[in-house]
C-alpha cells in the first residue's frame, strides 16, 4: 500500500468518525405504540390514574438499556407526564434513568431538561432553594443552546419562588422578562401566568393598582387560551379571587365582596378546584366580618370542613384566626382562645413562618396573659426569618452572578468555536481534494469487480433455476405417486371391503357374519397405508399467515368462553407471518398459551391484554393483566415462567416481567423477525 492510499485511508477514517451517529432506529411499530400511549396519558380529560397507567405502558415499550436520541426523547417526556399527573413516586425513580443517559451522552438539550424537570419537582414540594438552584442550571445551558422559550419559562418559575422569599425586584424582572417574549410570540397561556405572577408581586409590595391591571389583563387572555394544562384550573375565578383580596387588603370591603361574590357564582368551583373554593369562603367570611353582616360563621365553618378535608393546615389557620376574631366580637372570650391555639398548632405544623406570625399576633390580642410569651416568640421566629431570607437571596443572588459569568464565558466560546469552525473547514476542504483524487484512482478497480460480481450473479441466477425445475419435477412426480397410492391401493380396498360388508344387510346368517369379519380385520392394514401417506405428507399447521392469525383469534376465543377472565387480542391483520419460521411461529403460539393459562390459574384478573407488533426487525409480545400480581415464590421459581424463558433464549430474544401486589403483571418479550 502506498502512501498517499495510507493517507487517504486515515482521512476518510476520521471524517466518518467526526460524523459518526447511531443508525440504529428503533422499531416503527414499538415507536407508534410507545406514541400512542403517550398521547393517552398527556390527554387532559382522562383520570390521572388512567393516565398514569398509560405512562406505565409506554415505559414499558422503552427499551432502558438502549441510549439515542429517540429513546432520551421519550423519557423526557414520560418524566414530563409524570409531574403533569403529580405521580411524583414514579418521577423520582425514571429520572435517575434520564440523568444517567443524558450525561452520558453529554446530552446539552436533555441535561438541560433534567435540570428544568428537577426544579419543578422541588417546586411542587415548596422546597424553593433547591427549585431555583435547578432551574438556574437549566438556565445556563438554554442560554448556550440560545433557547429563547425555555429562558422565558424559566424566568416565570423563577419569578413566583422570587415572590415567595420576599425578592420583589428580582421577581418583578424576572416575570417582566418573561411576559415580554410570552406576549410577542403570542402564547397567551404563558403571557396569562407571566401576568398573575407580576400581579402577586406587585400586590405584595402594595402597588394596588398595577396589581388591579395585570389580573384584568390576564382575565381578557382568557377566551384567547387553547391550553389550560399551563394554566390554572379556573383561570377567570383565580383572577377574580386575586382582584377581590387586592380590594380586601385596602379595606374596600364593598368591592372585595363584590369580586368574591362574582367568583362564587362560577359552575362547578367546587369540584374543579376546592382549595380556590375555600379561599373565597374565607375571604368572603372575612369581608363580612368587618362589615357586620350576617352569614359570616357559617362561610368560615364552610372554609375550615374544606381545609380539614384536603390538609392545608395554613390556611385552615387563618380560617381559624377570623374565627377567633369573630367570637371575640360575639363576646365569646372561651370560644375566641380555642380558635386562636388552635390556628396557632396549624400553623406551626405546616412549618410556614408568615403564618405562623400572623397567628402568634393574633392570640397575643386575645389572651393578654400569654401576650408576652407570644409576642417574645414572634420577635425570634421573625429573627430567624429574616436572617433565612437575607441568606437565601445572597445565595440567589450568588447564583444569579455565576449566570451572568456563564453568559460571559458562552460569547467567548462563540468566538473560539467559529476560529475552530474555519480551521475545520480548510482542513476538510484539503480532505475532500485528497478524497477525490483518491476516488478516481480506485473507480477503474471498482468497475472491474462489478463487472466480474456481474458475471458470477448471473451464474448463480442460472443455477438457482436450474435447482428449482429440478425441484418442481420431484413436487410433481411426488404427488402423482400419492396419487396413485390412493386411487389404486386404498381406495380400492375400500371399495371392495364395503361392497363384502354390504352383504349384511341382506343376509346374517352366522357364515356371513364370519366372513364379514375377516373383512373388518382387513380395515386395519388400511389405517396403515393412510398412516404411511399422512407421514408423508407432514403438513403444518403453521405454514401461513392466515391460519397462524386464525390460531391466535381461536385461542383467545377459547378461553374467552371457558374462563372468567376476560382476554383482549390485539394485532394488525395485516401482519405478514409467511416470512416468519414456523418454530418462531409455535414458539409464539406455546408462550402466549402457557402466559394465558397462568393468568387464569393464579392471577385472579378481570381482563387480559395480548398485544402482537411487528416491524422489519422484530416481534414484540406483550401480556398484561390486572391481577393480584405475583407472589415471590412463583416469581422466579415458576415452572411455567422456566419455559417461557427457555423458549425465548432458544430464539435469541429478551424477557421482561414486571408485577406489583394487586396491579397485576406485565410480561414483554422481543424476539427476531429472521435469525
Known sequence: MNKSAGFFILILIIILGCNSKSTHKTSNATNDSIQKY??????????????????????????????????????????????????????????????????????????????????????????????????????????????????????????????????????ELSAKKAHNYFKEKKFYNKEFKSLISLGNIYQSIGVNENAIKCYKDAMNLIDKIDDYDYVEKNPKVTCLNNIGNVYREQNNFK???????????????????????????????????????????????????????????????????????????????????????????????????????????????????????????????????????????????????????????????????????LIAALLFCICFLIFIIARQRLKQK???????????????????????????????????????????????????TRLNLSILSISHDEGTVKKCLDYIKSIQSIENEIRNVAHDLNQDSFSDSNSFSKLLNNLTEDLNATTKTLFKLEFNDAMDWNNVSNSKKMNLYRITQEASHNIIKHAKAKNAEINIVMDDHKINLSIIDNGIGLKPSRSENGIGLENMKHRIKNLNGKFKITSQPNLGTSIHITIPKID
Do not use: W
Request: charge should be positive; proline fraction near 1%.
Open 38 to 171: 403517550l398521547d393517552l396519558a398527556g390527554n387532559d380529560t382522562l383520570d390521572f390514574d388512567k393516565r398514569i397507567k398509560y405512562n406505565d405502558k409506554a415505559l414499558g415499550f422503552l427499551d432502558l438499556e438502549r441510549n439515542d436520541s429517540l429513546s432520551r426523547e421519550y423519557l423526557s417526556r414520560v418524566n414530563y407526564l409524570y409531574l403533569k399527573a403529580n405521580n411524583f413516586q414514579s418521577f423520582e425513580k425514571v429520572i435517575n434513568h434520564y440523568k444517567i443517559k443524558v450525561f452520558e451522552k453529554n446530552d446539552s438539550l436533555g441535561i438541560a431538561r433534567y435540570y428544568k424537570y428537577k426544579g419543578h419537582y422541588h417546586h411542587f414540594k415548596n422546597a424553593n432553594d433547591s427549585a431555583f438552584y435547578n432551574y438556574i442550571e437549566a438556565e445556563k445551558i438554554f442560554q448556550f443552546l440560545d433557547n429563547k422559550y425555555e429562558i422565558a419559562l424559566i424566568n416565570l418559575n423563577k419569578s413566583f419562588i422570587q415572590n415567595n422569599i420576599n425578592d420583589y425586584l428580582g421577581g
Open 446 to 496: 471498482e468497475f472491474r469487480l462489478k463487472q466480474t460480481e456481474q458475471n458470477a450473479s448471473e451464474e448463480i441466477y442460472q443455477l438457482m433455476l436450474v435447482q428449482e425445475d429440478k425441484e418442481e419435477k420431484v413436487r410433481q412426480l411426488e404427488k402423482k405417486r400419492i396419487g396413485l397410492e390412493l386411487h389404486d391401493g386404498i381406495l380400492n380396498k375400500l371399495v371392495s
Open 255 to 421: 368591592k372585595a365582596i363584590f369580586y368574591f361574590n362574582l367568583a362564587l357564582k362560577e359552575k362547578k368551583i367546587t369540584e374543579k378546584d376546592p382549595v380556590l373554593y375555600g379561599l373565597l369562603l374565607n375571604n368572603l367570611g372575612y369581608c363580612y366580618l368587618k362589615t357586620n353582616q350576617k352569614g359570616t360563621k357559617n362561610l368560615f365553618v364552610k372554609a375550615q370542613k374544606i381545609f380539614d378535608s384536603i390538609g392545608l393546615k395554613d390556611e385552615n389557620a387563618i380560617c381559624n384566626i377570623n374565627l377567633s376574631e369573630y367570637f371575640s366580637k360575639k363576646g365569646d372570650s372561651l370560644k375566641a382562645n380555642f380558635h386562636a391555639e388552635l390556628a396557632l398548632k396549624l400553623a406551626k405544623e405546616s412549618k410556614a413562618s408568615y403564618y405562623y406570625l400572623t397567628a402568634l399576633s393574633h392570640a397575643g390580642s386575645i389572651n393578654s396573659k400569654k401576650a408576652p410569651n407570644y409576642i417574645k416568640e414572634y420577635h425570634r421566629v421573625n429573627d430567624s426569618m429574616l436572617f433565612a431570607e437575607r441568606t437565601a437571596r445572597n445565595e440567589y443572588y450568588k447564583i444569579q452572578l455565576d449566570t451572568d459569568e456563564i453568559a460571559q464565558q458562552k460569547d467567548t466560546a462563540v468566538k473560539q468555536k467559529s476560529i475552530l469552525i
